[in-house]
């Protein structure tokens, strides 16, 4: 994936969500924004929690897309496919850099 220009969804297995839960459905839905490089799916394991996704695109347009389709309730709403109940941030590199692929800190 390009650094930078990744977005991080969340809530992903949350009731109405369970759908996105496939990473082909999520670049599917994603793919409006731009075109995508990776989606990587870190399915939850424990009762209660949810999972979350990275979106990779091509380019930084591709992101500030995505991050306002998000921005409102209203603008992700719209989106429809049960995209308004994810949480969608920017990738932060420090973070992710020092993350774990287990998803524990280095």
């Given at each position: 994936?390009?650094?930078?220009?990744?977005?991080?969804?969340?809530?992903?297995?949350?009731?109405?969500?369970?759908?996105?839960?496939?990473?082909?459905?999520?670049?599917?839905?994603?793919?409006?924004?731009?075109?995508i490089?990776?989606?990587?799916?870190?399915?939850?394991?424990?009762?209660?929690?949810?999972?979350?996704?990275?979106?990779?695109?091509?380019?930084?347009?591709?992101?500030?897309?995505?991050?306002?389709?998000?921005?409102?309730?209203?603008g992700?709403?719209?989106?429809?496919?049960?995209l308004?109940?994810?949480?969608?941030?920017?990738?932060?590199?420090?973070?992710?850099?020092?993350?774990?692929?287990?998803?524990?800190?280095?």
């Amino acid at each position: 994936a390009t650094p930078g220009f990744e977005v991080h969804g969340g809530g992903i297995g949350a009731p109405g969500t369970e759908h996105l839960e496939d990473e082909a459905v999520l670049e599917e839905m994603f793919a409006q924004f731009g075109p995508i490089v990776a989606v990587t799916l870190r399915r939850r394991r424990k009762a209660g929690k949810v999972s979350w996704a990275l979106i990779a695109f091509e380019s930084a347009d591709a992101v500030t897309a995505a991050l306002e389709a998000f921005k409102t309730d209203e603008g992700s709403a719209a989106l429809g496919h049960g995209l308004r109940k994810l949480v969608v941030r920017r990738v932060d590199a420090e973070q992710a850099a020092a993350t774990t692929p287990e998803g524990g800190n280095v």
